[in-house]
């Protein structure tokens, strides 16, 4: 069973392995080194405060394997999503970003939606493009409007 919970401060640990996982940094656009505990804290802090950040950990059968991130940045609403490289390929991204769509929808219904993907990240590519979003390979976005 897939359930979320919202990212708390406790979490950062957690958050801290996935960001620095090298699968994760692999196909990272802006992190592309590993981050310190102090810039993660930081950083995570700075969400956490931000009524326009909404982060949930994504649970599978008790076990938290993912995060999944929505930012409203100027005039769009950024979607990122991890799953722990082991438990890929089982749906579970899709879920999420199934859940966290229809959460975007119901606070910022007029506003796009928009996640920085890799050119040649085609697990991603295809995740935001079955969802509906639009894919321009030569931004490197994928777009749902």
Not at 93 to 122: C, F, G, M, P
Not at 135 to 142: C, E, S
Request: glycine share 2%.
């Amino acid at each position: 069973m897939i359930s979320f919970e919202t990212v708390r401060a406790d979490d950062a640990a957690l958050l801290f392995k996935f960001v620095n996982a090298p699968d994760s940094l692999k196909w990272k656009l802006r992190t592309t080194k590993p981050v310190s505990w102090n810039e993660h804290v930081k950083w995570l802090d700075s969400r956490l405060k931000d009524p326009d950040c909404t982060m949930w950990i994504i649970v599978v059968d008790g076990v938290k394997v993912g995060q999944i991130r929505l930012e409203k940045v100027s005039s769009a609403v950024e979607v990122d999503v991890y799953v722990a490289r082991e438990l890929r390929k089982k749906n579970i991204a899709s879920y999420a970003l199934s859940y966290a769509v229809d959460y975007a929808r119901s606070q910022w219904a007029e506003i796009s939606l928009t996640a920085h993907v890799k050119t040649n990240n085609d697990a991603s590519l295809r995740l935001f493009s079955k969802a509906g979003f639009r894919i321009d390979r030569k931004t490197k976005f994928a777009i749902k409007l």
